[in-house]
């Protein structure tokens, strides 16, 4: 039996897999990933990707490519509701490009899953601390005091994987999950479906009939875009209490399904696949047992309506990820590890059931219940979800509280509103800089990113807190002046763990040595804003500490600047004792 160590261990080769993988290898993190399947995705199970998760594959340098292989927003960004596509009662409604679009550098976008799962796996396999295996299976687990020991059988036979952590990224009927007996929470599946990938010339279809998703009623399904071409998906159901089945959905009962859903007798169609699968709602009773840990559709089912599942997963890794690298590089305690149940399951349960909110408007108006019009008015106010996406916040001894109340929208699924209160993500500020605009958001990479007003005197002491912590840190200095001094941005100090701004695969320091520095001096160059430190809630001697990944873990609302305080604070956060 071949032999094998690695720090973590990733079981599930789809988007939260890749994902977790990638994120761990920023942080410097080797990495072994299996996936049973020989190749990536070959159905388009997942579209929608979130305002959040484009903002990680900005940071990863893959998010224009995502971007060429997906769906144009002006076109796709949209709900329908109708009878058929054809049918003279079809309605659409696009999404408010214009007024959720500001609150980040990028916004939600559409790529199928089958595309999207490509691009992550090239981008990992280019990773030299990631070790990518398809046609790979885990056959065993245990836990040990080291960590864990896992059986992987695969092309080279079988190798005995001794890692510290595992995280089981392993899917919905997740084997891992199962293996260590935590069960699930949530209602009984809420139907049987089959989706149905077929190719098809739809150009007829006039602008105002295109777009991402389409609820119909005649007969009962709905339609969605695989890209902007000729992929084409339609999702229906069967009832196995009145006999239906999988088997009932031969090649002829397809064609005439998407016949009936376009509107189009005998319009020429090719059946590209079909898949069967449930509509559920669950949350695992535990996102963690001992050395492993669960994230995805493993700890969460959302329903397929509002596209969350897999962004909620991938929120998962980014959130895990620099928490197994602090507590693997000696500068966290292990108690930080508690913090990823903490932080992320009442994310996924609020999650869950807003997916089960959505699911209920489309049951309402397959029954009926609801007008057309009131049936799009619903379906479109529930696609704009920034408030869910972007709003989210932790509470977590990896957050400290400033005694500050967080924000109250009248409504919070559909409304964002951007707050630097520890535990929320740090908004999204556009900057000026000599090459033009930055947004806060680029300042923010693998390390702790200490963000504060020019002239606050921050500096020195974020310096003597990196030194006495020993934790990598960034530290920029925003000036409200449009044309700022050259000390706007910190240098870099060869040697010191005080670091220069992030760029896309910057790496952390190892843990015996000085930190890594493939970053320039002044990368972003001098930055201003005449406004930020307003909308971060801070004085002029003000600053905040987000973490790596980009919540705010700590502000200090005025000065004046103190190592002392930093350092407790970074030690509070990471568990030190």
Known sequence: MNE??????????????????????????SVLLVEKRTGTSIFPKARLITTRTMELLRAWGVHDEVERAGMPREEFLAVGVGSSLSADDFVRSAAELERDAPQSPTYTFLCAQDRLEVILRRL?????????????????????????????????????????????????????????????????????????????????LPPERRAALSFLTDPPCAVEAVDHERRWMVQTGYEPELGGSPADFTEEACLAAVRAAVGVPGLPVTVLGVMPWL??????????????????????VATPQGGFGMNCGIQDAHNLAWKLAAVLRGTAGEELLDTYEAERRPVAARTVDESLNNALITFAMMEGRLSMREAIEQQAGRRSCEGLVLGFHYD????????????????????????????????????????????????????????????????GPAAEAARLTGVPLTVVEISADDSPSAAATSPHLPGDPLTSPHVPGDQPAAADGPPASPVRAGEHGPLASPTWAKEYGLGPGGAVLVRPDGHVAWRSPDGPASAEALARALGLILARH
């Not at 009773?285 to 493993?298: E, K, N, Q, S």
């Not at 556009?430 to 200490?450: I, M």
Request: aromatic share 6%; proline share 10%.
């Open 124 to 204: 990992a396999g280019s990773l030299p601390e990631i070790d990518v295996r398809f046609g790979a299976t885990m056959t065993g687990m245990s836990a040990t005091p080291g960590g864990v020991t896992a059986t992987v059988r695969g092309a080279d036979g079988e190798t005995r994987v001794r890692c510290r952590y595992l995280v089981a990224a392993d899917g919905s009927r997740s084997g891992v999950r199962e293996d260590l007996g935590i069960a699930t929470e949530g209602p009984p599946p809420l139907g049987h479906m089959i989706s149905i990938m077929f190719d098809a010339d739809l150009g007829f």
């Open 279 to 300: 509509q559920q709602a669950l949350v695992a009773t535990a996102f963690r047992a001992g050395p492993v840990f669960l994230a995805g559709d493993a700890a969460h």
């Open 4 to 29: 094998l160590d690695v720090e973590v261990l990733v079981v599930g080769g789809g988007p939260v897999g890749l994902c977790a993988a990638i994120e761990l290898a920023r942080h410097g993190i």
């Open 396 to 459: 977590s001894a990896a957050v400290l509280p400033d005694g500050t109340p967080p924000p109250a929208p009248a409504d919070p699924y559909r409304t964002y509103a951007p707050a630097a209160r520890p535990g929320h993500r740090a908004p999204h500020v556009w900057l000026h800089g000599p090459g033009g605009r930055v947004s806060t958001l680029d300042l923010l990479g693998p390390r702790f990113t200490l963000l504060a007003p020019g002239g606050g005197g921050w500096p």
